[in-house]
């Protein structure tokens, strides 16, 4: 079965620090993605990133960066200088081979000005 | 603006009554899902469709269905209400053009139910 943890349940960091939030999966499959999804304080669901399970190559967009380590089943992901706009929960997503798609429970992130 | 239409954006119901989400894609994608965010669950895949037919199923209960139509609109249908059903519907659309691939999702802004 596949599950996606993370640890950090809440953070708070001050503006311009920089903060990596965890997660961790499990699943059986071979062929998987996964994703993180920002949900700012108005709600809605923004998606971040999709990483699939053959692509093990590290990801940097702008001040965002993803670190994706099949060796130890991690999918982490750094904001460099955060910002107040950054407060928000942040979820990981798992999908086996298409189907199905697990979230974590998200981390929330607050940036303190 | 994601593109994702979905209405209504509140409904406050009773318990045992029923209700309809509804839920427009982007223009071009093929693939909807449906998802729940509740305070006790989270996060919830419930379903997908792909050019109207079901293509993967989550955790969604039997009182829960949902259909896309010839014009990739889909529908969410929720009977037999309960307190717990009470929760934010989320719907996103994809290109998804294969079966067994994944591509980015694009979420509508939600449907808040309150189920008094």
């Known amino acids: 079965a596949q599950k996606v943890t993370q640890a950090q349940t809440e953070i708070s960091v001050v503006e311009k620090e920089d903060v990596t939030l965890d997660c961790v999966y499990e699943t059986r499959d071979t062929t998987y993605y996964l994703f993180w999804y920002k949900q700012p304080p108005s709600g809605e669901l923004v998606f971040l990133i999709r990483r699939n399970s053959f692509d093990e190559q590290n990801e940097i967009s702008g001040r965002y960066s993803w670190n994706f380590q099949k060796s130890t089943s991690s999918f982490n992901f750094t904001i460099t200088a955060s910002q107040v706009v950054d407060s928000a929960v942040y979820f990981c997503?798992?999908?086996?081979?298409?189907?199905?798609?697990?979230f974590g429970p998200g981390t929330r992130l607050s940036v303190l000005p | 603006d994601s593109g994702v239409t979905q209405t209504p954006k509140h409904l406050i119901t009773a318990t045992g009554q029923r209700v309809t989400l509804r839920c427009s894609p982007r223009?071009?994608?093929?693939?909807v899902y449906w998802y729940q965010q509740s305070l006790d669950q989270g996060l919830q895949f419930l379903i997908q469709y792909y050019n109207g037919e079901e293509r993967a199923k989550g955790n969604i209960l039997e009182r829960f269905s949902a259909q896309q139509f010839p014009d990739l609109h889909s529908e969410l249908n929720l009977s037999s209400l309960e307190l717990g059903d009470s929760a934010l519907y989320f719907c996103?659309?994809?290109?998804?053009?294969?079966?067994?691939?994944?591509?980015?999702?694009?979420f509508g802004p939600g449907t808040r139910l309150t189920v008094l």
């Open positions: 996103a659309s994809s290109v998804a053009k294969a079966s067994g691939k994944t591509d980015t999702q694009y």
């Open positions: 997503a798992l999908s086996e081979n298409g189907q199905n798609f697990v």
């Open positions: 223009s071009g994608d093929l693939s």
